[in-house]
Structures are given as structure tokens and as C-alpha cells.
């Protein structure tokens, strides 16, 4: 094989890897930004904003659950709210997005990523338990 036909199978490799589902890239820089709005939202206090980043079945499940409107129920969960992106997983038009001290999932619509769980916990052998999720 020929130096530079290695090179291109190495740079054809690299690149599959750079573009692949787990890629910090583009679309997970988006994701992680929209998680991080969200924390950065209940950080502040602001419920308003953090709802305006939860997907539609999330906030409709949120207020249903908590019988109040989703500016006060997301504050009174007191959800997490860490800045610190250890790693971004995008899968299609999912992506997980774990921060030092939550993991959120989202989802891509239309108008960007939006939160559809939040206040996830990793279990043994089980799907995460989210204090908010959508229905």
C-alpha cells in the first residue's frame, strides 16, 4: 500500500469517526447549547425561559403532573442546574448531553433542540430515572 493511499484511508477514518454519532461537532455543540441554556434558565430562576427550551410533550407533562403552569412547576423541581458539558451524544434527532452533575436528553425539531427529559440519573442495567420527562 502506498504511503499515500494509507494517508487517505487514514483521513477517511479520522473523518468517520469526527462525524459520527457521538461527534461534538455541529449539531452536538447545538444540543449541548440548548442544555446548557436550560440549566443556565434554572440557574437564574428564570422558569419562563428554561420552559420555552422543553420540548411540547415535556412542558404539557410537567404542568399536568404538577396541576400549575410550567414556569413555576420547572423551578419547584429543583432540577440540577450545572454548566459543565462533560459529553455530548447525538444520535439522528436525539442527543444526550451529560453535565457534571445531570444528564439531559433532547431532541431536534423544527425550531432547534429542545429538553424532552431532565434530572436523569444512570441505573445499572435500566433506563435513566428523569425527574421530568415527557409523557
Known amino acids: 500500500m ?20 457521538g461527534a461534538p461537532g455541529g449539531r452536538g455543540e447545538d444540543a449541548a447549547a440548548a442544555a446548557t441554556g436550560f ?12 420552559c420555552a427550551l422543553l420540548a411540547p410533550r ?21 432540577l440540577p442546574a450545572g454548566d459543565v458539558v462533560r459529553k455530548v451524544d447525538v444520535y439522528g434527532d436525539q442527543a444526550r448531553v451529560v453535565l457534571a452533575d445531570d444528564t439531559l436528553f433532547l431532541a431536534h425539531f423544527s425550531a432547534g433542540w429542545k429538553v424532552t427529559a431532565a ?7 435500566q433506563p435513566y430515572d428523569c425527574q421530568v420527562k415527557g409523557g
Open 2 to 21: 502506498s504511503i499515500s493511499r494509507w494517508c487517505r484511508g487514514a483521513l477517511l477514518a479520522a473523518l468517520a469517526v469526527s462525524t459520527g454519532c
Open 39 to 50: 440549566t443556565d434558565a434554572l440557574r437564574q430562576g428564570d422558569g419562563g425561559q428554561a
Open 58 to 78: 415535556t412542558l404539557e407533562e410537567l404542568e399536568k403532573s404538577e396541576r400549575t403552569p410550567c414556569d413555576r412547576a420547572v423551578t419547584q423541581e429543583q
Open 119 to 125: 434530572g436523569c440519573t444512570p441505573r445499572p442495567e
